[in-house]
Protein backbone atom coordinates (compact mmCIF):
# COMPACT_ATOMS: atom_id res chain seq x y z
CA UNK A 1 0.00 0.00 0.00
CA UNK A 2 1.12 3.55 -0.91
CA UNK A 3 2.23 5.77 1.88
CA UNK A 4 -0.04 8.67 2.80
CA UNK A 5 0.98 11.97 1.41
CA UNK A 6 0.58 15.31 2.11
CA UNK A 7 0.33 16.71 -1.38
CA UNK A 8 -2.41 16.46 -4.37
CA UNK A 9 -1.94 14.06 -6.99
CA UNK A 10 -1.62 15.23 -10.59
CA UNK A 11 -5.35 13.73 -10.86
CA UNK A 12 -6.80 16.24 -7.75
CA UNK A 13 -5.10 19.17 -8.86
CA UNK A 14 -7.34 18.68 -12.55
CA UNK A 15 -10.21 18.22 -10.28
CA UNK A 16 -9.60 21.78 -8.51
CA UNK A 17 -8.23 23.23 -11.44
CA UNK A 18 -11.32 22.16 -14.14
CA UNK A 19 -14.17 21.91 -11.98
CA UNK A 20 -12.87 25.74 -11.03
CA UNK A 21 -13.09 26.70 -14.35
CA UNK A 22 -16.61 25.00 -14.89
CA UNK A 23 -17.81 27.56 -12.28
CA UNK A 24 -15.56 30.06 -13.79
CA UNK A 25 -16.96 29.91 -17.33
CA UNK A 26 -20.40 29.87 -15.88
CA UNK A 27 -20.13 32.65 -13.11
CA UNK A 28 -18.05 34.93 -15.58
CA UNK A 29 -20.88 36.00 -17.88
CA UNK A 30 -23.35 35.90 -14.59
CA UNK A 31 -21.24 38.67 -13.20
CA UNK A 32 -20.08 40.35 -16.76
CA UNK A 33 -24.03 41.61 -17.07
CA UNK A 34 -24.49 43.06 -13.43
CA UNK A 35 -22.39 46.04 -13.71
CA UNK A 36 -24.30 47.49 -16.63
CA UNK A 37 -27.75 45.81 -16.32
CA UNK A 38 -29.70 48.41 -15.24
CA UNK A 39 -28.11 50.74 -17.85
CA UNK A 40 -29.62 48.68 -20.67
CA UNK A 41 -32.99 48.32 -19.10
CA UNK A 42 -33.33 51.25 -19.64
CA UNK A 43 -33.25 50.83 -23.88
CA UNK A 44 -36.71 48.00 -23.35
CA UNK A 45 -40.07 48.24 -23.06
CA UNK A 46 -41.05 47.95 -19.02
CA UNK A 47 -36.88 48.90 -18.51
CA UNK A 48 -38.55 52.44 -16.77
CA UNK A 49 -40.22 50.01 -14.50
CA UNK A 50 -37.49 49.71 -11.53
CA UNK A 51 -39.60 46.91 -10.00
CA UNK A 52 -39.66 44.56 -13.28
CA UNK A 53 -35.81 45.57 -13.40
CA UNK A 54 -34.87 44.60 -10.24
CA UNK A 55 -36.67 41.43 -10.69
CA UNK A 56 -35.11 40.56 -13.42
CA UNK A 57 -32.02 40.65 -11.64
CA UNK A 58 -33.13 38.30 -8.38
CA UNK A 59 -35.24 36.23 -10.64
CA UNK A 60 -31.72 34.32 -11.23
CA UNK A 61 -31.71 33.68 -7.61
CA UNK A 62 -34.63 32.97 -6.51
CA UNK A 63 -34.60 29.86 -8.69
CA UNK A 64 -31.27 29.17 -7.79
CA UNK A 65 -32.18 28.67 -4.68
CA UNK A 66 -36.11 26.59 -5.56
CA UNK A 67 -33.39 23.97 -8.12
CA UNK A 68 -30.26 23.32 -5.75
CA UNK A 69 -32.10 20.51 -3.26
CA UNK A 70 -33.86 19.36 -6.61
CA UNK A 71 -30.06 19.26 -8.68
CA UNK A 72 -28.75 17.86 -5.59
CA UNK A 73 -30.67 14.82 -4.80
CA UNK A 74 -30.79 13.91 -8.45
CA UNK A 75 -26.79 14.44 -8.72
CA UNK A 76 -27.22 11.20 -5.89
CA UNK A 77 -29.61 9.49 -7.66
CA UNK A 78 -28.66 9.74 -11.31
CA UNK A 79 -24.67 10.68 -11.07
CA UNK A 80 -23.10 14.04 -10.99
CA UNK A 81 -21.70 14.66 -14.73
CA UNK A 82 -25.45 13.92 -16.39
CA UNK A 83 -26.61 16.48 -14.11
CA UNK A 84 -24.35 19.25 -14.37
CA UNK A 85 -24.69 18.61 -18.11
CA UNK A 86 -28.48 19.16 -17.80
CA UNK A 87 -27.92 22.38 -15.79
CA UNK A 88 -25.61 23.77 -18.17
CA UNK A 89 -27.51 23.45 -21.44
CA UNK A 90 -30.59 24.82 -19.62
CA UNK A 91 -28.34 27.58 -17.99
CA UNK A 92 -26.97 28.14 -21.57
CA UNK A 93 -31.27 28.01 -23.63
CA UNK A 94 -31.87 30.61 -20.61
CA UNK A 95 -28.99 33.15 -21.38
CA UNK A 96 -29.69 32.59 -25.71
CA UNK A 97 -33.77 33.30 -24.59
CA UNK A 98 -32.42 36.86 -23.05
CA UNK A 99 -30.28 37.80 -25.92
CA UNK A 100 -32.90 37.72 -27.98
CA UNK A 101 -35.47 39.02 -25.55
CA UNK A 102 -37.68 42.31 -26.68
CA UNK A 103 -38.46 43.35 -23.67
CA UNK A 104 -38.15 42.60 -19.78
CA UNK A 105 -40.89 40.25 -19.59
CA UNK A 106 -38.58 38.16 -21.83
CA UNK A 107 -35.30 39.10 -20.27
CA UNK A 108 -37.14 37.84 -16.94
CA UNK A 109 -37.98 34.16 -18.89
CA UNK A 110 -34.51 34.01 -19.28
CA UNK A 111 -33.12 34.40 -16.27
CA UNK A 112 -35.69 32.71 -14.54
CA UNK A 113 -34.66 29.74 -17.07
CA UNK A 114 -30.83 30.75 -15.92
CA UNK A 115 -31.51 29.97 -12.30
CA UNK A 116 -32.94 26.41 -12.91
CA UNK A 117 -29.83 25.51 -14.34
CA UNK A 118 -28.88 25.10 -10.73
CA UNK A 119 -25.22 22.60 -10.57
CA UNK A 120 -23.27 24.12 -7.76
CA UNK A 121 -24.59 21.57 -5.47
CA UNK A 122 -23.47 18.65 -8.16
CA UNK A 123 -20.43 20.31 -9.18
CA UNK A 124 -19.21 20.98 -5.33
CA UNK A 125 -20.85 17.02 -4.79
CA UNK A 126 -18.53 15.83 -7.62
CA UNK A 127 -15.21 17.68 -6.37
CA UNK A 128 -15.89 15.67 -2.76
CA UNK A 129 -16.45 12.71 -4.60
CA UNK A 130 -12.68 12.89 -6.62
CA UNK A 131 -10.72 14.29 -3.89
CA UNK A 132 -9.33 12.34 -0.03
CA UNK A 133 -10.79 14.44 2.50
CA UNK A 134 -7.69 15.80 3.84
CA UNK A 135 -7.28 17.91 0.06
CA UNK A 136 -10.60 18.58 -0.27
CA UNK A 137 -10.62 22.29 1.43
CA UNK A 138 -8.06 23.19 -0.84
CA UNK A 139 -10.19 21.40 -4.04
CA UNK A 140 -13.19 24.01 -2.25
CA UNK A 141 -10.72 27.35 -1.94
CA UNK A 142 -9.65 26.95 -6.06
CA UNK A 143 -13.35 26.68 -6.73
CA UNK A 144 -14.52 29.68 -4.28
CA UNK A 145 -11.35 31.75 -5.37
CA UNK A 146 -12.36 31.47 -9.13
CA UNK A 147 -15.71 33.12 -8.30
CA UNK A 148 -13.95 35.61 -6.55
CA UNK A 149 -11.25 36.48 -9.17
CA UNK A 150 -13.97 36.18 -12.25
CA UNK A 151 -16.19 38.79 -9.77
CA UNK A 152 -13.63 41.13 -9.82
CA UNK A 153 -12.61 40.90 -13.40
CA UNK A 154 -16.09 41.56 -14.14
CA UNK A 155 -16.37 44.66 -12.54
CA UNK A 156 -13.16 45.98 -15.01
CA UNK A 157 -14.49 44.09 -18.28
CA UNK A 158 -17.99 44.62 -18.13
CA UNK A 159 -18.05 48.56 -19.60
CA UNK A 160 -15.18 47.21 -22.22
CA UNK A 161 -17.23 44.59 -23.23
CA UNK A 162 -20.83 46.31 -23.15
CA UNK A 163 -19.16 49.07 -25.47
CA UNK A 164 -18.21 46.27 -27.69
CA UNK A 165 -20.77 43.89 -27.90
CA UNK A 166 -23.73 45.19 -25.92
CA UNK A 167 -25.73 42.92 -23.76
CA UNK A 168 -27.39 40.74 -26.50
CA UNK A 169 -23.31 39.92 -27.20
CA UNK A 170 -22.99 39.51 -23.42
CA UNK A 171 -26.38 37.15 -22.82
CA UNK A 172 -24.92 35.10 -26.33
CA UNK A 173 -21.03 35.18 -24.64
CA UNK A 174 -22.76 33.84 -21.42
CA UNK A 175 -24.64 30.61 -23.45
CA UNK A 176 -21.38 29.95 -25.17
CA UNK A 177 -19.62 29.56 -21.90
CA UNK A 178 -21.84 27.60 -20.52
CA UNK A 179 -21.47 25.54 -23.41
CA UNK A 180 -17.82 25.41 -23.34
CA UNK A 181 -17.85 24.06 -19.67
CA UNK A 182 -19.90 21.43 -20.83
CA UNK A 183 -17.17 19.88 -23.26
CA UNK A 184 -14.36 20.47 -20.32
CA UNK A 185 -16.67 18.83 -18.03
CA UNK A 186 -17.03 15.56 -20.32
CA UNK A 187 -12.96 16.06 -21.75
CA UNK A 188 -11.03 17.45 -18.84
CA UNK A 189 -13.12 16.16 -15.60
CA UNK A 190 -12.02 12.63 -14.26
CA UNK A 191 -14.70 9.77 -14.38
CA UNK A 192 -17.37 10.59 -11.54
CA UNK A 193 -18.35 7.09 -9.23
CA UNK A 194 -21.23 5.99 -9.55
CA UNK A 195 -24.33 7.67 -8.72
CA UNK A 196 -25.58 6.11 -4.95
CA UNK A 197 -29.39 5.71 -6.55
CA UNK A 198 -29.14 2.41 -4.74
CA UNK A 199 -28.73 3.60 -1.24
CA UNK A 200 -32.04 5.94 -0.54
CA UNK A 201 -31.89 8.34 2.70
CA UNK A 202 -34.49 10.23 3.71
CA UNK A 203 -34.29 13.82 2.52
CA UNK A 204 -35.24 14.95 6.40
CA UNK A 205 -32.28 13.10 7.67
CA UNK A 206 -30.07 15.60 5.79
CA UNK A 207 -32.79 18.56 6.35
CA UNK A 208 -32.91 17.95 10.40
CA UNK A 209 -29.13 17.06 11.14
CA UNK A 210 -27.96 19.17 13.63
CA UNK A 211 -24.14 19.49 12.32
CA UNK A 212 -25.27 20.01 9.47
CA UNK A 213 -28.11 23.03 10.20
CA UNK A 214 -24.63 24.45 12.19
CA UNK A 215 -22.79 25.18 8.85
CA UNK A 216 -25.75 26.04 6.76
CA UNK A 217 -26.29 28.58 9.50
CA UNK A 218 -22.66 29.53 8.72
CA UNK A 219 -23.47 29.75 4.90
CA UNK A 220 -26.80 31.49 5.16
CA UNK A 221 -25.10 34.47 7.95
CA UNK A 222 -22.14 35.01 5.64
CA UNK A 223 -24.12 35.58 2.28
CA UNK A 224 -26.58 37.48 4.35
CA UNK A 225 -23.40 39.87 5.60
CA UNK A 226 -22.27 40.17 2.06
CA UNK A 227 -25.06 41.25 0.54
CA UNK A 228 -26.50 43.79 3.58
CA UNK A 229 -22.91 45.32 3.23
CA UNK A 230 -22.52 45.52 -0.02
CA UNK A 231 -25.55 47.94 -0.11
CA UNK A 232 -24.19 50.34 1.66
CA UNK A 233 -20.17 50.09 0.61
CA UNK A 234 -20.23 51.34 -2.82
CA UNK A 235 -21.76 54.46 -1.25
CA UNK A 236 -19.17 54.66 1.75
CA UNK A 237 -16.78 54.64 -1.47
CA UNK A 238 -18.14 57.71 -3.15
CA UNK A 239 -19.04 59.42 0.06
CA UNK A 240 -16.41 58.71 2.28
CA UNK A 241 -13.63 57.30 -0.14
CA UNK A 242 -13.93 60.19 -2.91
CA UNK A 243 -14.25 57.36 -5.61
CA UNK A 244 -16.44 57.30 -8.18
CA UNK A 245 -18.14 54.03 -9.07
CA UNK A 246 -16.45 53.14 -12.54
CA UNK A 247 -13.42 53.05 -10.21
CA UNK A 248 -14.39 50.91 -7.32
CA UNK A 249 -12.76 47.96 -9.21
CA UNK A 250 -9.34 49.58 -8.06
CA UNK A 251 -9.95 48.79 -4.74
CA UNK A 252 -11.94 45.62 -5.03
CA UNK A 253 -9.56 44.09 -7.27
CA UNK A 254 -6.56 44.52 -5.56
CA UNK A 255 -8.78 43.26 -2.41
CA UNK A 256 -9.42 39.88 -3.67
CA UNK A 257 -6.21 39.22 -5.14
CA UNK A 258 -4.33 40.27 -1.81
CA UNK A 259 -6.94 37.65 -0.01
CA UNK A 260 -6.31 35.03 -2.01
CA UNK A 261 -2.14 35.35 -0.98
CA UNK A 262 -3.42 35.95 2.69
CA UNK A 263 -5.98 32.83 2.30
CA UNK A 264 -3.75 29.96 1.09
CA UNK A 265 -1.40 29.50 3.87
CA UNK A 266 -4.42 29.34 6.28
CA UNK A 267 -6.30 26.95 4.00
CA UNK A 268 -2.67 24.99 4.26
CA UNK A 269 -2.42 24.75 8.10
CA UNK A 270 -6.33 23.84 8.14
CA UNK A 271 -5.76 20.78 6.30
CA UNK A 272 -2.09 19.86 6.94
CA UNK A 273 -1.63 20.77 10.10
CA UNK A 274 -5.01 19.49 11.82
CA UNK A 275 -5.64 23.45 12.75
CA UNK A 276 -9.62 23.68 10.89
CA UNK A 277 -11.30 24.53 14.04
CA UNK A 278 -8.88 27.48 15.21
CA UNK A 279 -8.76 28.75 11.78
CA UNK A 280 -12.77 28.16 11.15
CA UNK A 281 -13.29 30.36 14.68
CA UNK A 282 -10.72 32.94 13.68
CA UNK A 283 -12.13 33.50 10.39
CA UNK A 284 -15.82 33.92 11.81
CA UNK A 285 -14.03 36.39 14.78
CA UNK A 286 -12.65 38.77 11.88
CA UNK A 287 -15.93 39.25 10.54
CA UNK A 288 -17.04 40.23 13.78
CA UNK A 289 -13.66 42.54 13.55
CA UNK A 290 -14.21 43.96 10.24
CA UNK A 291 -18.19 45.03 11.26
CA UNK A 292 -16.74 46.68 14.03
CA UNK A 293 -14.46 48.53 12.35
CA UNK A 294 -16.16 49.84 9.58
CA UNK A 295 -18.52 51.08 12.36
CA UNK A 296 -16.29 52.73 14.24
CA UNK A 297 -14.56 54.24 11.20
CA UNK A 298 -14.68 54.03 7.52
CA UNK A 299 -13.81 57.77 7.05
CA UNK A 300 -11.02 57.45 4.30
CA UNK A 301 -10.33 55.25 1.17
CA UNK A 302 -7.73 53.48 2.59
CA UNK A 303 -9.54 52.85 6.16
CA UNK A 304 -12.26 51.29 4.17
CA UNK A 305 -9.79 49.52 1.33
CA UNK A 306 -8.32 47.89 4.79
CA UNK A 307 -11.60 46.50 6.32
CA UNK A 308 -12.51 44.92 2.71
CA UNK A 309 -9.33 43.16 2.43
CA UNK A 310 -9.70 42.02 5.98
CA UNK A 311 -13.77 41.18 5.23
CA UNK A 312 -12.16 39.21 2.19
CA UNK A 313 -9.36 36.78 3.52
CA UNK A 314 -12.64 35.83 6.06
CA UNK A 315 -14.85 35.29 3.51
CA UNK A 316 -12.89 33.28 1.39
CA UNK A 317 -11.47 30.98 3.89
CA UNK A 318 -15.12 30.65 5.10
CA UNK A 319 -16.28 30.12 1.53
CA UNK A 320 -13.73 27.30 1.01
CA UNK A 321 -14.23 25.56 4.80
CA UNK A 322 -18.17 25.02 4.71
CA UNK A 323 -18.91 23.26 1.85
CA UNK A 324 -15.63 20.34 2.43
CA UNK A 325 -17.26 20.25 6.35
CA UNK A 326 -20.57 19.74 4.68
CA UNK A 327 -19.32 16.98 2.48
CA UNK A 328 -17.39 15.48 5.33
CA UNK A 329 -20.43 15.77 7.62
CA UNK A 330 -22.66 14.18 5.29
CA UNK A 331 -23.73 10.41 4.87
CA UNK A 332 -22.08 9.61 1.79
CA UNK A 333 -25.16 8.86 -0.39
CA UNK A 334 -26.46 11.84 0.27
CA UNK A 335 -23.61 14.42 -0.41
CA UNK A 336 -25.51 15.58 -3.18
CA UNK A 337 -28.14 16.43 -1.49
CA UNK A 338 -26.67 18.09 1.92
CA UNK A 339 -24.84 20.09 -0.65
CA UNK A 340 -27.90 21.17 -2.14
CA UNK A 341 -29.58 21.71 1.10
CA UNK A 342 -26.46 24.18 2.03
CA UNK A 343 -26.15 26.11 -1.29
CA UNK A 344 -30.30 26.48 -1.32
CA UNK A 345 -29.39 28.11 2.52
CA UNK A 346 -26.88 30.52 0.62
CA UNK A 347 -28.71 31.59 -2.19
CA UNK A 348 -31.41 32.59 0.89
CA UNK A 349 -28.86 34.11 2.26
CA UNK A 350 -28.17 36.49 -0.50
CA UNK A 351 -31.97 37.44 -0.89
CA UNK A 352 -32.54 38.25 2.37
CA UNK A 353 -29.22 40.01 3.15
CA UNK A 354 -30.32 42.32 0.47
CA UNK A 355 -33.47 43.05 1.30
CA UNK A 356 -32.78 43.37 4.99
CA UNK A 357 -29.57 45.86 4.24
CA UNK A 358 -31.37 47.96 2.27
CA UNK A 359 -34.03 48.51 4.67
CA UNK A 360 -32.35 49.08 7.47
CA UNK A 361 -29.54 51.45 5.51
CA UNK A 362 -33.01 53.26 4.33
CA UNK A 363 -34.35 53.47 8.04
CA UNK A 364 -31.42 53.53 10.17
CA UNK A 365 -28.74 54.41 8.21
CA UNK A 366 -25.56 52.97 7.07
CA UNK A 367 -23.83 52.28 10.39
CA UNK A 368 -27.01 50.38 11.36
CA UNK A 369 -26.19 47.46 8.54
CA UNK A 370 -22.56 47.05 10.04
CA UNK A 371 -23.95 47.07 13.58
CA UNK A 372 -26.72 44.46 12.65
CA UNK A 373 -24.13 42.14 10.72
CA UNK A 374 -21.68 42.54 14.05
CA UNK A 375 -24.28 40.93 15.95
CA UNK A 376 -25.32 38.33 13.42
CA UNK A 377 -21.22 37.48 13.71
CA UNK A 378 -21.82 37.16 16.91
CA UNK A 379 -24.32 34.71 17.04
CA UNK A 380 -22.47 32.67 14.17
CA UNK A 381 -19.40 32.68 16.67
CA UNK A 382 -21.45 30.86 18.93
CA UNK A 383 -23.02 28.71 17.14
CA UNK A 384 -19.11 27.66 15.26
CA UNK A 385 -18.24 27.31 18.81
CA UNK A 386 -20.59 24.16 19.16
CA UNK A 387 -19.77 22.96 16.10
CA UNK A 388 -18.20 19.51 15.73
CA UNK A 389 -15.01 19.75 13.52
CA UNK A 390 -14.85 15.82 11.62
CA UNK A 391 -11.13 15.09 12.34
CA UNK A 392 -8.46 14.76 9.62
CA UNK A 393 -8.10 11.16 8.09
CA UNK A 394 -4.77 10.98 5.59
CA UNK A 395 -5.54 8.54 2.78
CA UNK A 396 -3.02 6.91 1.26
CA UNK A 397 -2.48 7.96 -2.22
CA UNK A 398 -3.31 6.31 -5.02
Known sequence: ????????????????????????????????????????????????????????????????????????????YFGRKQV????????????????????????????????????????????????????????????????????????VGAPVLYGWIGMGGLFVMTGVLALAAIILLLKVVPPAPPPHGHEKLPLRRVVFDIDLIRLNVGIFTLHMMQMAMFVVLPHALIDHGGLEAASHWKVYLPAVLVSFVVMVPAIIAAEKKDKMRPIFLAAVALLLVVQGGLFLSGESLWTLALWLLL?????????????????????????????????????????????LGGYIAQHFGDNAVFAVCAGLAVIWLIVAGSMNFPQRRVTPAA
Not at 30 to 48: E, N, Q, R
Not at 328 to 355: E, I
Open 311 to 355: FFVAFNILEATLPSLVSRTAPPAAKGAALGVYNTTQAMGLFVGGA
Open 1 to 76: MSAPTDRMSPEERRVGASLASIFALRMLGLFLILPVFSVYAKTLPGGDDLGLVGFALGAYGLTQAVFQIPYGVASD
Open 84 to 155: IVAGLLIFALGSFVAAWAPDMHWIIIGRVLQGAGAISAAVTALAADLTREEHRTKVMAMIGSSIGLVFALSL
